[in-house]
């Protein structure tokens, strides 16, 4: 199986998250899978194939030791990490900046940017060593300004990590791609959304710019759901 590449996806136990374990499986990808909910990515993990193709972790992105040893056990079981999606993340409550609870604020500001941070460095030695692909959740809400919202703030963040990272690995052989999705029907929302894309409308944008030949760098893939008719 040395020949099959392997994809490593934070925020995996549901959502987009574990839309595109699925998606990946079914590309012939091995997956090494993160969350903190460590039943929700046992259950994933039986039904993309046990454990000869999928290793589950369960990983506080917020922790670098947690991420630190994610990277040693993939390694160690897979030999290599050809894709790296940095997809953990949570979003906000309401309240805006003048009455939100700034405990959330930090909750999410650790998990949605510091954690992207030491996802990232602690996975880019081995995706220097495969000449990998390195693909980060960003969101339409880090394009525009929505009042109030530290979440649009965060997703600022992480497209300028994802803009540096690209600057700093040029040459390298890696490719860099965020993903932006609008609106997306996952457990972040209490009651489901009306009108937004499903988690595999990500997932597909995601195996979209993995399955390009190496001399192609999707940079960016800006998804949301098409307007409602009136």
């Known amino acids: 199986m040395a020949n099959q590449p392997v994809m490593l996806i934070t925020g995996a136990s549901s959502g987009i998250g574990a839309a595109t374990a699925r998606a990946a499986a079914k590309q012939g990808y091995r997956l090494v899978l993160a969350a903190r909910s460590e039943a929700k990515l046992s259950s994933l993990a039986e039904e993309l194939g046990g454990a000869d193709r999928v290793l589950t972790v369960q990983c506080d992105v917020q922790d670098s030791g947690d991420q630190k040893a994610m ?128 988690p595999e409308d990500v997932a597909n944008a995601v195996m979209y710019a993995v399955s390009q030949p190496a001399h192609v760098d999707v940079n960016e893939i800006l998804v949301r759901p098409t307007p409602a008719e009136k």
């Not at 860099?176 to 972040?188: A, C, R, S, Y």
């Open 71 to 198: 990277v040693d056990a993939a390694l160690a079981r897979f030999g290599q990490i050809d894709a790296v999606f940095a997809n953990a993340g949570r979003g906000g409550e309401p309240g805006g900046f003048s009455e939100a609870d700034s405990e959330v604020w930090k909750d999410m500001i650790l998990t949605n940017i510091y954690g992207v941070g030491l996802t990232l460095q602690h996975c880019l030695p081995a995706l220097r060593e495969s000449k990998g692909h390195l693909l980060l959740t960003g969101s339409a809400a880090g394009r525009v300004t929505i009042p109030g919202s530290m979440y649009s703030a965060t997703k600022w963040a992480v497209s300028a990590i994802g803009y540096g990272v690209r600057e700093e690995l040029r040459g390298s052989g890696i490719r860099v791609t965020l993903i932006e999705p609008g609106m997306v029907d996952t457990p972040f929302f209490d009651e489901q959304p009306e009108h937004a894309l499903k």
